[in-house]
């Protein structure tokens, strides 16, 4: 069954609009291509053997940005949705780039708008990454690597990848559900906010939105349309900070499992020298010098492995520091605004300094009196 059919008004050359049934159609035939993309890439058979990125992977595949192994129009329709939202999340990136310089508020609203715009640009350069070869590879070592420990016989290896994973997996359900629950009060807000106002009858001119972004219409015309806008670039906005910064998390916590497993190694060597001696029919002494340079080779990969991930990810880390440091600087900025802006009354200042020479010819009486 071929995906895309359509009749004669798709042919080249042919200028007639294509017919509603034909649209109707090949959207059909994209979703009936939904539930195969599911078995090859997050079905119970395909995660059997995915123990610590399990959670990760179904968090990125959502947003296309897992690097899957499909093929044919699989393949296609997966990137199609891929980069038509990171297409759609650019296009509003820039909308709300355009409210930088066409707004006409204060120093605060100014800042604000490029603080949220420098955080799309940030977002964008992320999702690059994560698309990126070297963390292609990291994640196909991280799978092997797994295979490995879960089909050997070492049940102390297990145990320490196993609770890892377990310990990842909780404290990244903690983070999805801790962020899912601001993001959802954030939509939220604008919306209570208009029926707040309109149920006082206070007069707004102006109905309130998630963010400020510029529309090529009337938003308070079409608020509805504006709101759909924004909630669609807030979902993915929220995904690529959130969905993203699990998918990191999950990786430092591989590697902190490696660690333990090989600091295990180090602490009980005798053994695993005396296995390695039995095993290869090799000397005690000839094993010990093998296993350990076997452990120094472990050691140094995982050095390599920490530095390429380093490397890959200490640029927007460093942008994204400057950037919530910017952030935190407006909000104390905000927050202080209203305290250099309390007027003092003139009248309470004249009555003190009315005072004061009283106050000095009190004093230097009292010390006249005690010479």
């Not at 992977?57 to 129009?73: C, D, E, N, R």
């Not at 707004?103 to 609203?109: I, K, P, T």
């Not at 969905?243 to 005798?270: E, W």
């Amino acid at each position: 069954m071929r995906l895309w059919r359509v009749s004669k008004s798709f042919q080249p050359g042919s200028y007639k609009s294509p017919k509603p049934a034909d649209v109707i159609e090949y959207v059909l035939r994209c979703f009936a291509y939904v539930p195969t993309i599911y078995t090859q890439l997050i079905s119970p058979q395909k995660m059997k053997n995915q123990v610590h990125m399990k959670f990760a992977k179904i968090l990125m595949a959502i947003l296309g940005i897992w690097p899957v192994k499909l093929s044919g129009y699989n393949l296609k329709l997966y990137n199609a949705y891929f980069y038509t939202s990171f297409a759609y999340y650019i296009v509003y990136a820039i909308s709300q780039a355009a409210m930088v310089f066409i707004s006409d508020g204060n120093f605060v609203q100014v800042a604000s708008n490029l603080g949220v715009t420098i955080v799309y640009v940030i977002n964008i350069y992320k999702i690059l990454i994560c698309r990126s070869q070297p963390i292609k590879k990291i994640l196909l070592e991280i799978e092997i690597r797994e295979t490995l420990i879960l089909e050997g016989n070492d049940m102390k290896f297990k145990e320490i990848y196993q609770g890892h994973a377990k310990t990842a997996f909780k404290s990244l359900l903690f983070y999805i559900s801790l962020g899912t629950v601001g993001v959802s009060l954030y939509f939220i807000t604008p919306i209570v906010k208009n029926l707040v106002e309109d149920g006082q009858n206070l007069e707004n001119n102006h109905k309130s939105l998630i963010l400020s972004s510029w529309f090529p219409f009337d938003s308070d015309e079409h608020y509805l349309a504006a709101y759909l806008i924004q909630c669609v670039a807030g979902f993915y906005g929220y995904a690529y900070i959130v969905y993203v910064g699990a998918f990191f998390s999950c990786i430092l916590r591989f590697i902190v499992g490696q660690i333990q497993i090989l600091q295990h190694v180090f602490r009980n060597i005798n053994h695993y020298i005396d296995k390695y001696s039995r095993e290869n029919s090799v000397a005690n002494r000839r094993s010990q010098v093998i296993f350990t340079k076997l452990c120094i080779r472990e050691h140094q990969y995982l050095i390599d492995f920490v530095q390429r991930f380093d490397k890959s990810i200490k640029t927007f880390m460093l942008l994204e520091f400057i950037v919530s440091s910017f952030q935190l600087s407006l909000v104390v900025y905000q927050i202080l605004q209203p305290i250099r802006g309390v007027k003092r009354d003139p009248t309470a200042c004249a009555r003190k300094k009315a005072r004061l020479p009283a106050r000095r010819r009190f004093k230097e009486a009292s010390d006249a009196r005690s010479v």
